[in-house]
């Protein structure tokens, strides 16, 4: 069984900054690519930011040159450090692993939980 918990979102001022954090745990072999994804209310969830398990990244227009995705490999924890906030950034955030499990080596994909950021104008 695998977890994934995020943790981090809060409510922060218009250009303010936060570090979410996505913490996987249970029966892993390997943790494949990673992402965050994000939900406004009334909205689509959509892609925000991506990392490969090599380190190569990628990032939507919207949040490109505000946001970093990173990982620590020896943690099975990935990372989105969110600056220059903007209240249009509101959303439940998600993060999404493929993740090989010792039980079975196919990879899958887990989500979290989600977690809430909320950017006061």
């Known amino acids: 069984q695998v977890q994934l918990v995020e943790s981090g979102g809060d409510l922060v001022q218009n250009g303010g900054s936060l570090r979410l954090s996505c913490a996987a745990s249970g029966s892993i072999f390997s943790i494949n690519a990673m992402g965050w994804y994000r939900q406004a209310p009334g909205k689509q969830r959509e892609w925000v930011a991506g990392?490969?398990?090599?380190?190569?990244?990628n990032y939507a227009d919207s949040v490109k040159g505000r946001f970093t995705i990173s990982r620590d490999n020896a943690k099975n924890t990935g990372y989105l450090q969110m600056n220059s906030l903007k209240p249009e950034d509101t959303a439940v955030y998600y993060c999404?692993?493929?993740?090989?499990?010792?039980?079975?080596?196919?990879?899958?994909?887990?989500w979290g939980q989600g977690t809430q950021v909320t950017v006061s104008s």
């Open positions: 999404k692993a493929t993740i090989a499990t010792k039980r079975s080596l196919y990879p899958y994909d887990y």
């Open positions: 990392i490969t398990s090599g380190g190569r990244t």
